[in-house]
């Protein structure tokens, strides 16, 4: 993965922090990679785009499996 860096409003910044404290993602980076695989998807990709394309990986050890690009979107099994 690349690394960049991102300037975004204060109130974005704390909304992505309290996800991570309600535990719903591990960390700001999977927040925001998911948002933007999302926008990605609506945006650019359209229907072309699967769950086939995307792996599966766990966010916490405990927790179901997720689908997505790197990390987590809909919750398998």
Sequence with gaps: MRLI???MPEIY???IDELVKEGRYSSRS?????A???LLKRELWGTAFTVADVPLVRVKPDAP?????GEGEATVG
């Design 5 to 7: 860096t991102v300037k």
């Design 13 to 15: 910044v704390r909304g």
């Design 30 to 34: 999977e927040v925001i990679r998911i």
């Design 36 to 38: 933007v695989r999302e």
């Design 65 to 69: 499996f997720r689908v997505g690009v």
